[in-house]
């Protein structure tokens, strides 16, 4: 491993107040691990309950898994029956349980929730590069009663033979929701799309796209380091310092810059003939969007398929609301 500080890009903790931080800290009481620098700077603990590795959390992971959890399900239900096969991938699955740390409650990670499905799919692959992440997510696909349809598989997403390595795993006719969690850019490259894209050409994306880490790297006073590249990287994008936004006075706008990042991702999928995703926005406090949860279909019922299972959020009241109520 190499020392943390080198690694750690934007972790949730430096956008989070002292005081969620210290509460949460004093109530994460699994056996506490530390960091994991190579894996991606989350806090690992022991799991209470099958003393496992755990992935430590904050609050806003569990609307991210709300939202996955009601796509996977609704799609598993419309599609069954429909094609010949219906596929799952995970290509950063975690180990498969969570603690969240602001109140110590430990969860089902993606992998099993996607596995206890009431109409589960017919072939799981779960992959991550971590080796005890993998260890700890096969003995738990292990015990779940639908585990037989998974494999587990340690692989780096940015590799070329990886992904296709578990591209192979499905045969034509099959409909694949493939669900992309990279927690930073450097997790991820446009090549990793890309390449599931085209391998898999009946693939539904569910993507975490993290606009506000992509913001600080791109704009970041390294603008021109290590972050920078990573997040070109990200997006598919040879010098992605030209999305930033500028206002008239010349002051950066970072909200701007994340519209910016948006749009151009959402071209990129579509040169990859998925249309305009579905979108939502993870806020990590009111108003600061932290990352954005994309699905990306080719086919617009999948797009109708995410917005009944996750329909979009009214509007936040305005001050004319309800004017037309007045005397
Ligand atoms: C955000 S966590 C996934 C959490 C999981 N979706 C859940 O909700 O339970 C991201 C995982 O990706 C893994 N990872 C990071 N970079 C990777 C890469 N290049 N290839 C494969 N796995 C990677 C990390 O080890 C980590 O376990």
Same mark, same amino acid.
């Given at each position: 491993m190499g020392g943390s500080s080198e690694y750690r890009l934007f972790s949730v903790d430096d956008l989070l107040s002292n005081e969620v931080l210290q509460a949460g800290q004093a109530t994460a009481r699994g056996h506490h691990l530390g960091t994991r620098p190579d894996l991606d700077a989350a806090e690992m603990y022991l799991s209470r309950e099958d003393g496992l590795l755990v992935r430590g959390v904050w609050p806003h992971s569990a609307r991210k898994s709300w939202m996955v959890s009601r796509i996977i399900d609704v799609v598993s239900r419309a599609m069954t029956g429909k094609w010949g096969q219906l596929g799952y991938i995970e290509l950063y699955s975690g180990p498969g349980r969570l603690l969240d740390r602001s109140t110590s409650k430990e969860l089902p990670g993606s992998p099993v929730e996607a596995l206890r499905l /009431?109409? %589960?799919?017919d072939r799981y692959v779960f992959c991550d590069f971590d080796e005890d992440c993998v260890t700890a997510l096969r003995q738990r696909c292990d015990q779940e %009663?639908?585990? /037989?349809r998974s494999r587990v598989f340690q692989g780096d997403a940015k590799e070329i033979d990886h992904l296709e390595r578990v591209a192979r795993q499905f045969g034509r006719g099959t409909l694949v929701i493939a669900y992309l969690d990279p927690a930073r850019p450097r997790d991820m490259t446009w090549h990793t799309v890309q390449t599931l894209a085209n391998r898999l050409p009946t693939v539904d994306l569910i993507i975490n796209l993290p606009v506000h880490s992509l913001q600080r790297a791109i704009s970041g006073p390294h603008g021109r380091n290590a972050e920078a590249h990573a997040a070109g990287a990200f997006l598919g994008h040879p010098e992605p310092s030209d999305l930033m936004h500028w206002d008239r006075t010349h002051a950066h706008q970072p909200q701007g810059t994340m519209d910016a990042i948006r749009g151009f991702y959402d071209r990129q999928l579509q040169s990859l003939g998925f249309l305009p995703p579905a979108r939502r926005i993870v806020e990590i406090t009111p108003g600061v969007p932290y990352y954005d949860v994309l699905y990306a279909s080719r086919h617009p019922l999948g797009v109708n398929l995410w917005n009944k299972a996750n329909p979009p959020e009214p509007p936040p009241p305005s001050l004319l609301d309800g004017l037309d109520q007045l005397p």
């Open positions: /009431s109409t %589960p799919f %009663p639908m585990g /037989s």
